[in-house]
């Protein structure tokens, strides 16, 4: 069988990699979601859960799976896009793991966001470089606004680095494999989520610049950080998100107007 590029289809095929995997996840009396089941190479080792199911978009290889698992009735198989999948239909505390295309990576982040009181925790093979952004902290090159996004709701970690010949096809990077665990709430209190993703938003695109020279009104914004307890020369990229929290709040307690910019 051919592999889809445009499904984005690399296969983690070596079994030391794939054992490793299965030594982080954890899952007995679990009910596991897949994403990408392909051929079902990791889904044999995640048979130990309560349930699994086999999400797989390629209609190739539903069949394959269906065959390969028909045994198992603790197997079920979801011929579906992940990202239109109603995660509702399927449980709650749910952990997620797969091996992912890696064009789908901002996409499902975002969704796992907004299924986060749905999962438990994830474990997921990302791009090590995209892996490196989730995990990034303030002045580190890779810090960024998905740093900030993802981080305002989970504790993500990169437990091991995947190289790409581990793969069939060989993509042309490295992969990471990473474990996100969900906060029941996010660690810090923000008045107003939209407004803190915006101001984030915008301060990253000009990343190297001072805070107070990208948002406004810089004479506002001086008082504001002072307010805050922090240097009035400090940039974006600098900030933790805690901080930014903080930033946030005070300006919403003041009326502080931001200009819409595009959304998350």
Same mark, same amino acid.
């Given at each position: 069988m051919r592999f889809s590029k445009q499904l984005g289809q690399v296969f983690l095929k070596n079994k030391t990699y794939l054992k490793k995997i299965a030594s982080f996840l954890e899952i007995d009396k679990e009910d596991v979601v897949e994403i990408g089941s392909g051929r079902g190479e990791l889904t044999q080792f995640l048979l130990c859960a309560k349930s699994v199911a086999c999400v797989e978009l390629d209609p190739r290889l539903i069949q394959i799976l269906k065959d390969k698992f028909s045994l198992f009735p603790q197997v079920r198989i979801i011929s579906k896009d992940i990202l239109k999948l109603n995660l509702k239909e399927i449980g709650k505390n749910l952990v997620v793991v797969g091996n992912i295309p890696f064009f789908i990576s901002n996409s499902l982040i975002r969704y796992l966001i907004?299924?986060?009181?749905?999962?438990?925790?994830?474990?997921?093979?990302?791009?090590?470089?995209?892996?490196?952004?989730?995990?990034?902290?303030?002045?580190?090159?890779?810090?960024?606004?998905?740093?900030?996004?993802?981080?305002?709701?989970?504790?993500?970690?990169? %437990?091991?680095?995947?190289?790409?010949?581990?793969?069939?096809?060989?993509?042309?990077?490295?992969?990471?494999?990473?474990?996100?665990?969900?906060?029941?709430?996010?660690?810090?209190? !923000?008045? @107003?989520?939209?407004?803190?993703?915006? %101001?984030?938003?915008? !301060?990253?695109?000009?990343?190297?610049?001072?805070?107070?020279?990208?948002?406004? @009104?810089?004479?506002?914004?001086?008082?504001? %950080?002072?307010?805050?307890?922090?240097?009035?020369?400090?940039?974006?990229?600098?900030?933790?998100?805690?901080?930014?929290?903080?930033?946030?709040?005070?300006?919403?307690?003041?009326?502080?107007?931001?200009?819409?910019?595009?959304?998350?």
């Amino acid at each position: 069988m051919r592999f889809s590029k445009q499904l984005g289809q690399v296969f983690l095929k070596n079994k030391t990699y794939l054992k490793k995997i299965a030594s982080f996840l954890e899952i007995d009396k679990e009910d596991v979601v897949e994403i990408g089941s392909g051929r079902g190479e990791l889904t044999q080792f995640l048979l130990c859960a309560k349930s699994v199911a086999c999400v797989e978009l390629d209609p190739r290889l539903i069949q394959i799976l269906k065959d390969k698992f028909s045994l198992f009735p603790q197997v079920r198989i979801i011929s579906k896009d992940i990202l239109k999948l109603n995660l509702k239909e399927i449980g709650k505390n749910l952990v997620v793991v797969g091996n992912i295309p890696f064009f789908i990576s901002n996409s499902l982040i975002r969704y796992l966001i907004e299924n986060r009181r749905l999962i438990k925790k994830a474990f997921l093979t990302f791009q090590k470089e995209f892996a490196e952004k989730l995990v990034a902290k303030p002045k580190d090159k890779n810090y960024s606004f998905l740093s900030c996004y993802i981080q305002y709701y989970a504790q993500v970690e990169i %437990l091991f680095t995947i190289p790409k010949t581990a793969f069939s096809p060989p993509p042309e990077v490295d992969a990471s494999f990473v474990r996100l665990i969900f906060f029941k709430e996010p660690r810090y209190k !923000v008045e @107003d989520e939209d407004f803190f993703f915006r %101001l984030i938003r915008k !301060v990253f695109s000009q990343r190297r610049k001072k805070i107070i020279n990208v948002l406004g @009104d810089k004479k506002e914004l001086i008082s504001v %950080l002072e307010e805050v307890g922090i240097n009035k020369d400090i940039r974006g990229d600098a900030l933790s998100i805690k901080e930014y929290a903080r930033v946030v709040n005070c300006l919403v307690k003041r009326k502080y107007s931001l200009k819409r910019t595009k959304k998350r």
